[in-house]
């Protein structure tokens, strides 16, 4: 089967994404990251951590940062067919390498070329990289929910608010897993009066802040 590449190209890309160079130095890997990341985020594609390679002492010599596509998910035969999970990746070569020298961070190695289609910039606030709740966001979903207000309504509204969902910074799934994270966390500090009272308080308040919602709603 023949191959098709997507190779970026400096025109397509946002005059605020600059394509990494080889020998480009940074000072740690965080700011390292954190350029590849706004690189990724210009171009339309997600990235993930690679493998560290290191010398004998155990500092490390190389790392690479990895389209998020690279590689070929295992697969695991005990998996009910019926829940096979969406393929994302697709065997992305598409990478950029680093060689620490001093604990100075080099790019010693940059590809570009990817083999699957590039997410459009009207759509690039889904990307995995590009969402993040942020704490006023967080507090509002935790006090929208111990209302009983659910998660995809809580969201609705929120992007009623700022003009439209490309504006919060997150998707409904990311409201839902951040409200499961917080019972799962609860669950796991072995508090079992704290989630019998969490699930109280949801009770309490649903019908008063549902009609409150409703309102506001209406109003706007």
Known sequence: MERSFVVVQKESIQLNSQIPEIGKTFSSF?????????YAQGVGFSIRKGTIKRLKDGTIRNRNILCSREGFREENKKNDVRYKRRETRVGCNARVGFT???GQWII?????????ELVQEDQR???RISRKISDAYAFTIDKMDEAGIRPVDAYSYMAKEVGGEQYLGF??????NFLQ????NILEAG??????????SIQVGVLLFFILYK???KIT
């Open 108 to 116: 010693s190695d940059f590809n570009p070329e990817h083999n699957h």
């Open 125 to 127: 606030y889904m990307l």
């Open 215 to 217: 309102l506001i709603l």
């Open 181 to 184: 994270n917080k019972r799962n």
């Open 171 to 176: 998707l409904p799934k990311d409201c839902s």
């Open 191 to 200: 508090d079992a009066q704290r989630l019998i009272d969490y699930f109280k």
């Open 30 to 38: 965080d700011e390292a990251y954190n350029y590849y990341k706004h």
């Open 100 to 102: 620490v020298e001093d």
